[in-house]
């Protein structure tokens, strides 16, 4: 999503910060493509350029659902935003799930 710090809960209970590199949302991506990952959250900020289909080269095909929370006020953004989990050459169409 382009966060740069996220919250860490640790096992006794504490919280720690922990800083995020543009090099982890990468690998993020590449663990959910791979199928290691089973939820990917993205937003137009860290999603520019990116798919996440069920691509027939990917080794995780299975069927992606997005669920789609607070679109914005902009349409083009938001199919865009739908676009990276529909393209061609996928094996599975995903199912959307606008979330109100």
Same mark, same amino acid.
């Given at each position: 999503t382009?966060?740069?710090?996220?919250?860490? *809960? @640790? =096992?006794?209970?504490? /919280?720690r910060?922990?800083t &995020?590199? +543009?090099?982890? *949302? @990468? =690998?993020?991506?590449? /663990?959910f493509?791979?199928g &290691?990952? +089973?939820?990917?959250?993205f =937003?137009?900020?860290g999603?520019?350029?990116?798919?996440y289909h069920a691509?027939?080269?990917a080794?995780?095909?299975?069927?992606?659902?997005?669920?789609l929370?607070?679109?914005g006020w902009?349409?083009?953004?938001?199919?865009?935003?739908?676009?990276?989990?529909h393209?061609?050459?996928?094996?599975?169409t995903?199912?959307?799930r606008?979330?109100?």
């Amino acid at each position: 999503t382009g966060r740069s710090k996220r919250l860490i *809960n @640790q =096992s006794d209970g504490q /919280q720690r910060l922990e800083t &995020r590199s +543009p090099r982890t *949302n @990468q =690998s993020e991506t590449d /663990q959910f493509m791979d199928g &290691r990952k +089973p939820i990917l959250v993205f =937003s137009d900020a860290g999603g520019t350029g990116r798919s996440y289909h069920a691509s027939l080269d990917a080794a995780f095909q299975k069927r992606r659902i997005h669920f789609l929370l607070e679109p914005g006020w902009r349409a083009d953004r938001a199919i865009q935003g739908l676009g990276r989990t529909h393209r061609t050459h996928q094996a599975n169409t995903p199912l959307f799930r606008p979330v109100t």
